[in-house]
């Protein structure tokens, strides 16, 4: 297969989706000429503006995988490859979002379709494991699916099987309750992984059809128990993790469906992806820690005692703004 020309990135302003975009651009093996047709519900928000004026190439698309004829009716030119990234939904929504599109890639002839699944427990178990959890079981059913449906065509299929997503940790109640289901686990570790990093691999998949068709990679960043990620996150922000009540964990694992089925698994099995294959082939892949310090939404203790000082001895509010008579009621009351 020759390296593609026309890349059509489904969810493009998503996480992945515009992290894949930067990587192909990057990337000196993207023909000059190439075309990248960034799929998106709205090409209007300033998320899909943004991504349009990252390169000329990038070229907005509009549209949804579920309705793929409208997709290649609207293309600018034949697709040669299509990164495909589904939604979580209710039962049968991922699929809905990729059989129909692989179906229409077949009958389109492109030539290669990459598909962004999940490891299922290494290399060899993730071929026939499909998991308790409710969204990495609908991605097993889809590889089987792609499988099947690509003998004697001219797609060729290659699947990307990243872990759970650094994302998941955050300071609201989700990613609180992430931490204390991660807690529970105990000893054993967890895998993750960088959403900004899954795009360097898919980009490395587009652009070397030929090396990767047929073929499955799991992905991986860092692997932890709970202790070990408290441990990095206040050696690295300079204050404690964010946790609910381990009680909390509990229900949630029990309550939340999907992603309490996914940590019940982790108790017992979980993830196994090689992470050292995997940082062989990107030096960058990043550790908790470094996810912690480039991508996070999390602020040092430093920076934050900074900024009030500096709010402090400039009369402005948190919010970086001069006192107006809100803000300087709100400065009374707080004795500033």
Known sequence: MAIPKTILICGATGTQGSSTVKALLASPRLPSDAKILALTRSPSSPKAQALAALDPRVQLLAGEPTVPEAIFAAAPAHIDAVYNVTVHGPPGYEESQTQPLFDACVAHNVSHFVFASADRGGEVLSETNPSPAPHIAAKFRIEKYIKANAQGTNTAWTFLRPVTFFENMSNDFNGKSFAAMWHNVGKKPVQMVATSDIGFFVA?????????????????????????????????????????????????????????????????????????????????????????????????????????????????????????????????????
């Open 204 to 336: 490395t998949v587009i652009l070397a059809p030929d090396e990767w068709a047929g073929k499955a990679l799991g992905i991986a960043g860092d692997e932890l128990n709970y202790d070990q990620g408290r441990k990095i996150f206040k050696e690295t922000m300079g204050f404690e993790m964010p946790h609910a009540l381990n009680i909390m964990g509990t229900l949630a694992k029990k309550f939340m469906g999907d992603i309490g089925a996914m940590f019940q698994w982790f108790e017992k099995e979980g993830f196994n992806v090689d992470i050292e294959k995997a940082r062989r082939i990107n030096p960058n892949l990043q550790t908790f820690a470094q996810w912690l310090v480039n991508d996070s939404q999390f602020e040092k203790v430093e920076k934050v005692e900074k900024l009030e000082k500096t709010n402090s001895a400039t009369k402005q509010c948190t919010c970086g703004h001069s006192w107006c008579s809100k803000c300087k009621h709100q400065a009374e009351a707080v004795g500033a």
